[in-house]
């Protein structure tokens, strides 16, 4: 008995901003008389741009069709038990995974988890694979995913190990849960890549961006300024508060759902920062709006996608033929660079970087050209 269903489609139709986006489609189960509409939202409202929505709500659209075409029933769809998870197709039990991840991942992995497994699952169904059990998927099906990620798609050695890594992840837990008997991803060698370098601007750079930028851009100026002064990442700082700045303590309070390594840490004020911070008159708004909100303006909205800073950041650079190995992450650099010539201490800069051994900051001052040991080198010795 073959069961009836719509194609599914994008709402609203008109597709306003302003309204909760979905993909619905009408299904009809044969064998229990039932019909109803189904919605699914994934990701979608999350993203602010029409251009962006359009994207994830087609993709979507076409995972859901896919989906149907090959017999699933959503009246059946249930969240599957590891008892017999291993007895549906590979692309259910990801998404069940998913789930179960979501609840320990920060947005951003949540994001990158996400497009990974969508990235997986469409090869799988490209390749035939739809509806391949857990545990038939060996060691070889991952080289040849592989392998289709660096000649088919073009990704870098990098990106090519980060979905390695991801879907290692993904399987592991499948392991723990007795879903499948080995781990396919392990033993696969990594891809050789270049390792990035960490290039600061130098004096006349920083003195003539950071004249540009208050000129041409005021928001995007005190931006770099939480990242030169702080070494706080882009990432961090669309979602730091009005609130979380200690004026007391003259620190600034990193959550742990927004930190890396998942710690509520803090950072200092230094003297130099404090007439920025005065100029913003962040005490005009509520304790809960976010510094860098829309426009990168104090708001109630976090900001979703703050790739447009780096764009407009790459911008002023080069109207100044600055070269593209310098990012808007020098600033960070930068500072570190500066910062670590005025105290010529290790340590304080690793509270700040919020480091946590000493060891990694050596390493980072190192790719940074800086020579820590400054008490030999003030040794004039000669043989």
């Known amino acids: 008995m073959k069961n009836d269903f719509t194609e599914p489609k994008i709402y609203p139709e008109n597709h306003d901003l302003a309204k909760s986006w979905f993909v619905a489609f009408r299904f009809s189960d044969q064998a229990s008389g039932q019909t109803k509409q189904f919605q699914y939202r994934g990701d979608i409202n999350k993203l602010s741009t029409k251009k962006e929505r359009l994207r994830e709500a087609n993709s979507l659209k076409e995972a859901l069709w896919d989906m149907l075409d090959s017999g699933w029933n959503p009246f059946s769809d249930r969240k ?18 998913l789930e179960l991840k979501k609840s320990t991942l920060k947005k951003k992995s949540i994001r990158n988890y996400y497009d990974s497994i969508r990235m997986f699952k469409a090869w799988l169904i490209k390749t035939g694979k739809r ?42 837990v499948m392991l723990d849960r007795e879903i499948i008997q080995k781990n396919p991803f392990t033993g696969i060698k990594k891809q050789k890549h270049d390792v ?15 004249a540009l930028l208050r000129q041409e851009d005021i928001r995007i ?58 100029e913003m008159h962040l005490e005009r708004f509520p304790s809960d709006y976010y510094i860098f909100s829309l426009y990168l303006k104090p708001g109630p909205k976090q900001l979703v996608r703050p790739d447009y800073i780096t764009r407009k950041h790459r911008e002023l650079l080069d109207q100044l033929n600055i070269g593209k190995e310098k990012t808007l992450y020098s600033w960070k650099h930068t500072g570190v660079v500066d910062y670590y010539n005025v105290v010529k201490d290790p340590y ?27 008490v030999m080198r003030s040794a004039e010795l000669t043989l």
């Open 80 to 97: 599957e038990t590891h008892e017999d998870a291993h007895l549906s197709p590979l692309c259910e039990v990801l998404d069940y995974i």
């Open 131 to 172: 509806t391949m059990l857990p545990g038939s998927f060996t060691i070889l099906h991952a080289r040849n995913y592989l392998d289709y990620l660096m000649v088919e798609r073009g990704n870098s050695g990098k990106t090519v190990n980060s979905q390695m890594s991801y879907l290692h992840g993904f399987f592991s």
């Open 196 to 210: 990035g370098k960490n290039i600061a601007f130098d004096e006349q750079e920083k003195r003539a961006i950071a």
């Open 221 to 278: 100026y005190y931006f770099v300024q939480f990242m030169y002064h702080c070494f706080i990442r882009r990432s961090e700082l669309i979602r730091i508060k009005v609130g979380d700045i200690d004026w007391v303590n003259k620190t600034i309070i990193l959550n742990s759902e927004d930190t890396k390594n998942r710690k509520q840490e803090s950072v200092a004020i230094p003297t130099g920062f404090e007439p920025v911070l005065k």
């Open 348 to 374: 304080p800069i690793m509270q700040q970087l919020r480091h946590h051994s000493l060891q990694i900051t050596m390493i980072y001052l190192k790719s940074l050209g800086l020579q820590p040991n400054s």
